[in-house]
T-cell receptor, first 117, second 112 residues
Framework: GAVVSQHPSWVICKSGTSVKIECRSLDFQATTMFWYRQFPKQSLMLMATSNEGSKATYEQGVEKDKFLINHASLTLSTLTVTSAHPEDSSFYIC?????????????FGPGTRLTVL | AQSVTQPDIHITVSEGASLELRCNYSYGATPYLFWYVQSPGQGLQLLLKYFSGDTLVQGIKGFEAEFKWSQSSFNLRKPSVHWSDAAEYFCAVVPNDYKLSFGAGTTVTVRA
């Protein structure tokens, strides 16, 4: 149980285009989903927290107009990187937390490798 | 400042030998504590977690961790390492809010 999927697993795009990444909790309902960014050989940095039916909460320094997050249902959150540039190339990982809230474990997706040319 | 520290950036261990990964945190109260493992190009897998109760926590893949309040530590251990344990290990905490805060990670290399 507690499986989180991400799609696509990798994507290459041209500079200036937009890319959408999906995060799904396959066998549980997730009121909260999180989006992280990870650079090579570095730890995960939280970008934003996504709650179903409400606006995402972004961490300091993360541009909300560039990284659009939509949490339309209890099993799906999407991250859209708008007008992507090479510096946006990174490994994006989502996680989902179940209905128990803070004491519930975050389960992570397999990640999406974004390369912007 | 609140933080999670993993003092060892890289550890090399022989297959069959024991492994200990250190994790220290600095928060006002005892947070929720986690250890995750990440294989190259993959997401994170939860090894174990501590919320309260018994300070020695058993996890998957033969890992265990011990919470020591007096040392603000949550070190991860495995008695006998397998080659498949080579990966990146992250200690993480959830302090008084709901956000996971990660340490910098420790890379484990297993030699034959």
């Amino acid at each position: 149980g507690a499986v989180v999927s991400q799609h696509p697993s990798w994507v290459i795009c041209k500079s200036g285009t937009s890319v959408k990444i999906e995060c799904r909790s396959l066998d549980f309902q997730a009121t909260t989903m999180f989006w992280y960014r990870q650079f090579p050989k570095q730890s995960l940095m939280l970008m934003a927290t996504s709650n179903e039916g409400s606006k995402a909460t972004y961490e300091q320094g993360v541009e909300k107009d560039k990284f659009l997050i939509n949490h339309a249902s209890l099993t799906l959150s999407t991250l859209t990187v708008t007008s992507a540039h090479p510096e946006d190339s990174s490994f994006y990982i989502c996680s989902a937390r179940g209905l128990a809230g803070v004491t519930d474990t975050q389960y992570f997706g397999p990640g999406t490798r974004l390369t912007v040319l | 400042a609140q933080s999670v520290t993993q003092p060892d950036i890289h550890i090399t261990v022989s297959e069959g030998a024991s492994l200990e990964l250190r994790c220290n945190y600095s928060y006002g109260a005892t947070p929720y504590l986690f250890w995750y493992v990440q294989s190259p190009g993959q997401g994170l897998q939860l090894l174990l977690k501590y919320f309260s109760g018994d300070t020695l926590v058993q996890g998957i893949k033969g890992f265990e961790a011990e919470f020591k309040w007096s040392q603000s530590s949550f070190n991860l251990r495995k008695p006998s390492v397998h080659w498949s344990d080579a990966a990146e290990y992250f200690c993480a905490v959830v302090p008084n809010d709901y956000k996971l805060s990660f340490g910098a990670g420790t890379t484990v290399t297993v030699r034959a």
